[in-house]
T-cell receptor
């Protein structure tokens, strides 16, 4: 079965510290991988996507993610976080992206 | 260029009533997807539609739920005889084609069944 697993339900970090949000996918999901951000009471905004090519993908707001086929991972990173990055982050994947499989979400909390 | 528009933003229904959720895709987008987000969970795919066609409804509950995307007008997700377990956020997304570019999501409709 297709699955996307986000290993941490909550990640607290201090402002200006680096952060990594972990995501693993089943090999049947693969092909297209995405990270979305959801601010409170809002919809999902696309942060970045991996379709093919370079395994390091840069997105908006200073985020980047690395596609690692051997470890079936697509971890999201930011070198220095801000208070405004407090949100829920979702990893998703799919073949052809008509039907995405989402992870359970990781709540990122930034402490001053 | 307006984004994906969903209305209403909040909807309260009593058990047994009908809920109608509307979604207008981005201009130029002809593919619409509906997802449901239960509390403390990720999004779960429900249905994928193109104009006048249901392409994939594998995530739709077998009863009480239906979706349409007519030639004119918004896509509608309809839930008949709502129950408390239907309380969730329902998100609509659209894409211009096969979706490999990534979806654009609306802000969602939060349905509360009382």
């Amino acid at each position: 079965a297709q699955s996307v697993t986000q290993l941490d339900s909550q990640v607290p970090v201090f402002e200006e510290a680096p952060v990594e949000l972990r995501c693993n996918y089943s090999s049947s999901v693969s092909v297209y991988l995405f990270w979305y951000v959801q601010y409170p009471n809002q919809g999902l905004q696309l942060l970045l996507k991996y379709l093919s090519g370079s395994t390091l993908v840069k997105g908006i707001n200073g985020f980047e993610a690395e596609f690692n086929k051997s470890q079936t991972s697509f971890h999201l990173r930011k070198p220095s976080v801000h208070i405004s990055d407090t949100a829920e982050y979702f990893c998703a994947g799919g073949k052809g992206a008509q039907k995405l499989v989402f992870g359970q979400g990781t709540r990122l909390t930034i402490n001053p | 260029n307006a984004g994906v528009m969903q209305n209403p933003r909040h909807l309260v229904r009593r058990r047994g009533q009908e809920a109608r959720l509307r979604c207008s895709p981005m201009k130029g987008h002809s593919h619409v997807y509906w997802y449901r987000q239960l509390p403390e969970e990720g999004l779960k795919f429900m249905v994928y539609l193109q104009k006048e066609n249901i392409i994939d409804e594998s995530g739709m509950p077998k009863e009480r739920f239906s979706a349409e995307f007519p030639k004119e007008g918004p896509s509608i997700l309809r839930i008949q005889q709502v129950v408390r377990g239907d309380s969730a956020a329902y998100f609509c997304a659209s894409s211009p084609g096969q979706g490999e570019y990534g979806y654009t999501f609306g802000s969602g409709t939060r349905l509360t069944v009382v």
